[in-house]
């Protein structure tokens, strides 16, 4: 488009839209104005996009922080910069980066602070790139902050063939002799093995804490639970002296339908694990909170603490450590379609959204010889 | 005393029996029955027996674990092997040993199962011995197990001139660039401040949590907590994001007079930290409870985790890292002053209990030039 052309009408890019709380119908694509940067920000074409889970509860209105609808969700992308505001200097037009942030990143054209965004290694593909920061800085701030994983310990996975899950297990064996407990339904068993768990329990059919107890009678040294509700109790209780549980998510205060269960989230809370400081005491336990919205939202120093993480997380991956597991890539018009193969724990590692002109130029260049 | 005699009457040792919850009358001295070892325990001649804040809460009948009155009180001690059972081979009549167990140490003979006896280095002092394991080992599991301390973190530690404060202090010296905040009263800051504490601040006079945001506006990474109450809120609202705070005692529920205060306790209780696994989920933070009787009680992966821990102290001493602060050595029979010298904060560092028939030969050691 020519700039002529661009200063009659205002210049529209391609969004997918929040509208409300609810169904698949919450999500609209929409032609949105788009945004020159100001002299701190810069503007990616998005080449992939992450889907979280924190998407699906978002959807439900079941999760905070959010913006007002309508909006644009999206915590992460990885993309080609296009443009930069008069500060910038980090970063030139044409640089391969991954971004995140609170939310924007599901449209073909974001326009965001620079301090978010930061160049891929080279050897780094879009898509491992918008696979890779949510999933591994959560995986990491759990096992190596509040976790403090260590040689010789055992490691209790939920949900362990899911983008978390999987970047978990790859960081859990990058330290010497760690025993890595996962559950996942069982057709998923060989590829967290693969991953590098040592024993996959299929929740379906077995129940985890009693699995365990036969492996491990006294327990576990760190949990990472994004279910809450009555697995943060039984979690509790499964750890060793001095171990560690690390709540992340409470997905089962999720509806598997389309639509929140106020019921199912009445449940949750009726059932998590409530404690107190004097009560804690005899225990020898620990419980954390994790939440890696919270953490860059509202902290300064959350942000210098995710900047070490990437570092040593580009290190990782320049040394072959880690590797996102990419399960499929939808177009972002599919969103809801990929929602749901979340929500029905189809999905193994990470699941991409990609704007639809990118996943509609992806399919020419296949057919054509151009 | 001949044996012939010995065979004649029961052999008897001195102890200090606690009779009953109450004031420090509670606290007697007892001729009781010298009991001989089994085949897996040893007998030890007491040279130095450690005063804890534990000692002080379970006479006011305040904390738990405790055996039935009357029974004869003490975590740890320092001395000689005098006798070992016939299964004992790692150790030998002559030996010197620091020992600590759920009870019993105040007395001057102690006989006891050969696992909870350490034969101590060679150039460790029997006063250092006796100060060294409750103290150091609880300031070692809340700083490097759940605390998770590396360089550039900042430490707040209560009480810091107390026994597990100059330990702990001593400790964060050995991780680089530690910033160590220290709540004391005035005349301790110098000792202090020369144990490693970067920032002493003295709690009658300054509010520590303005105090430490002045100087560290983000707040603190890790929060060592003897104190509970309205204390155990403070701190964690204190804590940076990803910060930890250990909850290791109630020292607010202890009445400062001999009696327990109901009111006291019930205040301690009632103002302090509630959480839960859910709304924990936004803070980014920790909380934990560690106490070492329990760890040692109840779990058989407690006295694995105890022991790593007393091989790397004996290493940090060697090395000159650690060094326990002695304050003061009072005769077992005198053990109601040094109970109150800890109750009202006068101490700095370790109080030391010794057996008077030692007391009185160290004396006569003194005097006579035998």
Request: glycine residues 8%; charged residues 20%.
């Amino acid at each position: 488009m020519a700039s002529s052309e661009a200063n009659e009408r205002p210049r529209l890019i391609s969004a997918m839209e929040l509208v409300g709380a609810g169904g698949y119908d919450k999500l609209q694509i929409k032609k949105i104005p788009y945004r020159e940067p100001n002299s701190d920000e810069v503007v990616i074409r998005v080449k992939f996009a992450g889907l979280n889970f924190a998407d699906l509860m978002r959807r439900q209105g079941l999760y905070s922080p959010a913006p007002k609808f309508p909006y644009v969700p999206g915590f992460e992308a990885s993309g080609v910069v296009e443009a930069i505001g008069s500060n910038v200097s980090q970063l030139a037009v044409g640089d391969r980066v991954v971004a995140f942030a609170g939310d924007g990143m599901w449209a073909d054209l974001v326009t965001l602070s620079n301090d978010r965004c930061f160049k891929m290694p080279d050897n780094m593909s879009f898509e491992d790139g918008a696979a890779l920061l949510v999933n591994y800085i959560t995986a990491y701030h759990i096992l190596f902050e509040f976790g403090n994983l260590r040689p010789n310990k055992s490691v209790l996975i939920h949900m362990a063939a899911g983008g978390v899950g999987i970047a978990a297990i790859q960081l859990c064996k990058t330290v010497k002799n760690v025993t890595v407990f996962g559950t996942a339904s069982g057709s998923k068993h060989n590829i967290i093995k693969e991953a590098g768990c040592t024993h996959p329990i299929d929740y379906h059919t077995e129940d985890y804490v009693a699995e365990i107890r036969k492996i491990s009678p006294n327990g576990i040294d760190i949990i990472m639970d994004p279910l809450n509700g009555e697995d943060s109790v039984r979690g509790y209780n499964l750890l060793k002296p001095l171990g560690r549980i690390i709540y992340f998510g409470a997905a089962n205060v999720a509806a598997s339908g389309e639509n929140r269960s106020l019921f199912t989230a009445f449940k949750t809370w009726y059932k998590c694990f409530s404690t107190n400081s004097l009560s804690i005491l005899s225990d020898n336990k620990s419980i954390a909170g994790y939440h890696l919205g919270y953490l860059l939202k509202y902290f300064d120093s959350g942000k210098e603490i995710a900047l070490e993480t990437i570092d040593e997380l580009f290190r990782l991956y320049n040394e072959g450590a880690i590797k996102p597991q990419i399960d499929s890539i939808y177009p972002l018009s599919k969103v809801g379609e990929a929602m749901q193969r979340m929500h029905n724990r189809q999905n193994i590692g990470k699941i991409l959204l990609q704007p639809d002109d990118e996943a509609n130029a992806t399919k020419n260049n296949d057919t054509t010889t151009e």
